[in-house]
């Protein structure tokens, strides 16, 4: 009753002296990146209400281009005003921090999202219907799939253009998502940029029930994972009494934090430490793709619309790898002996349970998809080796693996037959005869997965397994090894299945794409070639950007 009347007696001095209550402060220009990408989200759901159907296509693809250059450009200015480094602080009164790994991962994150625009806005694969060109995404999105509703879109030629600013808003969620500097930032973060990929996974115009299907599973185990981090959290603020990444790092460390006495009986309890950081250390790797916590990734990857899978699995990653590299580095670094067990047992199960399962697949999305859970093992050696070396080489690797992922499934919308994407690997067998450039391109990337010298993928498995094996992790590194081994036969196969057999008289044709796509492709090779050809400058700036502010 007392903490009842305590509460109940700061709200009356609150009332009696409004003017004593402080005004919080917001540093604008720090922040300007994700305002840039929050406001062009508005203004882009403002066109959807008033802009004529038959306009709405161009004004948001320009809207959504110029707002990610924009965001972009903010980044390099921060980082150029020495906000990455010397001037690196926490913004918006501690809740976001302003920092190296920060304007880094936002910096990849706009990148990434400004190539997969290019991905979403694609409207030369399909063939024009009733006289109309269409995109990857369903005429009409609440119409029942094979309905009548979904017929008259079709035959009207609309698109779903919301598609644009539902992206804006999942970037601006990403973009926080690695600079939250408490746990309640971490968790809105989270929700805003979870519930409008859940929206995209389910608007693909062909396989809409698949579709649609993976968008439920994505949801509903997106939704226990997002329950699993709020209650850590919970569990986190009665250990330490605050939700700040420094109070808690400050009680673990020493215990020494003033705190309101309903909380007293709490602070300090390990087991409440263990859980809470062991459930919010769940609901990241569940966004990473790590194994236990996996099972959604082959079934979105493959029922998503591919434009929308190339984003997930590369922008995602990014933002989600940078949250928990902050949580382990500046929340519990005094957990190190606790956390780096269970870690170690996680990379190594993602490692070799991504490459084993891949060797099963006949689906080319659902083969990339477990490639993107071996790769989460192999960025993981790099997070244990809790060390400078480790921050920037798994910083690097996310920059390359990126690139290569939004490459491969922009690849992959090209190879189509009468019923769309042509996505069984049967489907690509003598594609190197029938298109050879494709094939080529396709096989560029898959050498980069496999990370083969030469290409970003040697440089960044290089570099975390280095950083692993410089911190005492050698037979992480071992284990890396062999899954990498294993991982490279399933990418060979593909590339043999292309170039060394005989293709089908009924075989998918090889779809001839706009310079949208072709950029992004493009983009990709260039980055995959300049990344493994020349990475120490890549590498240098990584390094440069891997210290956290506390």
Same mark, same amino acid.
């Given at each position: 009753?007392?903490?009842?009347?305590?509460?109940?007696?700061?709200?009356t001095?609150?009332?009696?002296l409004?003017?004593?209550i402080p005004?919080?402060?917001?540093?604008?220009?720090?922040l300007?990146?994700?305002?840039?990408?929050l406001?062009?989200?508005?203004?882009?759901v403002?066109?959807?209400?008033f802009l004529?159907r038959?306009?709405?296509?161009?004004?948001?693809?320009?809207?959504?281009?110029?707002?990610?250059?924009?965001a972009?450009?903010a980044v390099?200015?921060?980082a150029a @005003?020495?906000?990455?480094s010397?001037?690196?602080?926490l913004a918006?009164?501690?809740?976001?921090?302003?920092?190296g790994?920060?304007?880094?991962?936002?910096?990849?994150?706009?990148?990434v999202?400004?190539?997969?625009?290019?991905?979403f806005?694609?409207?030369r694969?399909?063939p024009?219907?009733? %006289?109309k060109r269409?995109?990857?995404?369903?005429?009409q999105?609440?119409?029942?799939?094979?309905?009548?509703?979904?017929?008259?879109?079709?035959?009207?030629?609309f698109?779903?253009?919301?598609v644009?600013?539902?992206?804006?808003?999942a970037?601006?969620?990403?973009?926080?998502?690695?600079?939250?500097?408490d746990?309640?930032?971490?968790?809105?973060?989270l929700e805003v940029?979870?519930?409008?990929?859940y929206?995209?996974?389910?608007?693909?115009?062909?396989?809409?029930?698949?579709?649609?299907e993976?968008?439920?599973?994505?949801?509903?185990?997106?939704?226990f994972?997002?329950?699993?981090?709020?209650? @850590?959290v919970?569990l986190?603020?009665?250990?330490?009494?605050t939700?700040?990444?420094? %109070?808690i790092?400050?009680?673990?460390?020493?215990?020494a934090r003033?705190?309101?006495?309903?909380?007293?009986?709490?602070?300090?309890?390990?087991?409440l430490l263990?859980i809470?950081?062991?459930?919010?250390?769940?609901?990241?790797?569940?966004?990473v793709g790590?194994v236990?916590?996996?099972?959604?990734?082959?079934?979105?990857?493959?029922g998503?619309?591919?434009?929308?899978?190339?984003?997930?699995?590369?922008?995602t990653?990014?933002a989600?790898f940078?949250?928990l590299?902050?949580?382990l580095?500046v929340?519990?670094?005094?957990?190190r002996?606790?956390?780096?067990?269970?870690?170690?047992?996680?990379?190594?199960?993602?490692m070799l349970?991504g490459a084993?399962?891949?060797?099963?697949?006949?689906?080319?999305?659902?083969l990339?998809?477990?490639?993107?859970?071996?790769?989460?093992?192999?960025i993981?050696?790099?997070?244990?080796?809790?060390?400078?070396d480790?921050i920037?080489?798994?910083?690097?690797?996310l920059a390359a693996y990126?690139?290569?992922t939004?490459?491969?499934?922009?690849?992959?919308?090209l190879?189509?037959?009468?019923g769309?994407?042509?996505t069984?690997?049967?489907?690509?067998? %003598?594609?190197?005869?029938?298109?050879?450039?494709v094939?080529?391109?396709?096989?560029?990337?898959?050498?980069?997965?496999?990370?083969?010298?030469?290409t970003?993928g040697f440089?960044?498995?290089?570099a975390?397994?280095?950083?692993?094996?410089?911190?005492?992790?050698?037979?992480?590194?071992?284990?890396?090894?062999?899954?990498?081994?294993?991982?490279?036969?399933?990418?060979?196969r593909v590339i043999?299945?292309?170039?060394?057999s005989?293709?089908?008289?009924?075989g998918?044709?090889?779809?001839?794409?706009s310079?949208?796509?072709?950029?992004?492709?493009?983009?990709?090779?260039a980055?995959?070639?300049?990344?493994?050809l020349?990475?120490q400058y890549?590498?240098?700036?990584? @390094?440069?950007? @891997?210290?956290f502010?506390?």
């Amino acid at each position: 009753m007392s903490s009842v009347a305590s509460v109940h007696s700061l709200w009356t001095v609150a009332a009696e002296l409004p003017g004593k209550i402080p005004a919080p402060r917001i540093e604008y220009v720090q922040l300007s990146p994700t305002l840039i990408i929050l406001g062009a989200a508005i203004v882009g759901v403002l066109i959807e209400a008033f802009l004529p159907r038959r306009s709405r296509y161009y004004a948001q693809v320009l809207l959504t281009v110029v707002a990610l250059a924009a965001a972009f450009a903010a980044v390099i200015g921060l980082a150029a @005003g020495g906000f990455g480094s010397s001037k690196a602080h926490l913004a918006a009164m501690g809740a976001i921090a302003v920092d190296g790994p920060a304007l880094f991962l936002q910096g990849t994150i706009l990148l990434v999202s400004l190539i997969a625009v290019f991905t979403f806005a694609e409207r030369r694969l399909d063939p024009a219907t009733h %006289g109309k060109r269409v995109d990857s995404f369903a005429a009409q999105a609440a119409a029942v799939p094979g309905g009548e509703a979904e017929q008259t879109a079709v035959k009207a030629g609309f698109t779903t253009t919301e598609v644009f600013p539902i992206l804006l808003f999942a970037v601006g969620g990403m973009l926080v998502f690695p600079a939250a500097n408490d746990l309640l930032t971490l968790f809105i973060a989270l929700e805003v940029f979870s519930l409008p990929l859940y929206i995209l996974c389910a608007l693909a115009r062909r396989q809409r029930l698949l579709s649609q299907e993976s968008a439920v599973k994505y949801f509903l185990l997106g939704a226990f994972s997002s329950a699993f981090l709020l209650f @850590g959290v919970a569990l986190l603020y009665g250990y330490a009494g605050t939700v700040t990444y420094a %109070g808690i790092a400050e009680v673990i460390s020493d215990g020494a934090r003033q705190v309101d006495p309903a909380l007293a009986g709490t602070m300090g309890n390990d087991a409440l430490l263990l859980i809470g950081g062991a459930l919010v250390l769940m609901g990241l790797l569940f966004k990473v793709g790590a194994v236990p916590f996996h099972m959604w990734t082959p079934d979105v990857y493959q029922g998503a619309p591919t434009p929308v899978t190339g984003f997930m699995a590369a922008a995602t990653k990014v933002a989600a790898f940078g949250a928990l590299l902050r949580l382990l580095y500046v929340v519990l670094p005094g957990m190190r002996w606790d956390w780096r067990p269970v870690m170690w047992g996680v990379a190594i199960l993602t490692m070799l349970g991504g490459a084993v399962l891949a060797i099963t697949q006949t689906d080319i999305k659902r083969l990339l998809a477990y490639s993107s859970i071996a790769h989460a093992g192999f960025i993981l050696a790099g997070v244990i080796a809790a060390s400078q070396d480790g921050i920037s080489s798994v910083l690097f690797y996310l920059a390359a693996y990126s690139f290569v992922t939004l490459g491969a499934f922009a690849v992959v919308t090209l190879v189509r037959d009468a019923g769309g994407e042509a996505t069984h690997l049967s489907k690509w067998a %003598g594609l190197g005869r029938r298109s050879p450039l494709v094939a080529a391109v396709f096989a560029v990337f898959l050498l980069a997965f496999a990370g083969i010298p030469l290409t970003s993928g040697f440089a960044g498995k290089f570099a975390v397994f280095k950083a692993a094996a410089e911190s005492g992790a050698g037979w992480l590194v071992v284990v890396g090894v062999i899954s990498s081994a294993i991982a490279a036969f399933f990418y060979i196969r593909v590339i043999v299945l292309m170039f060394f057999s005989e293709p089908k008289a009924d075989g998918p044709t090889v779809a001839v794409p706009s310079v949208l796509t072709s950029t992004a492709i493009a983009v990709g090779v260039a980055a995959t070639l300049v990344l493994g050809l020349a990475p120490q400058y890549f590498l240098d700036l990584a @390094g440069h950007a @891997g210290v956290f502010i506390r």
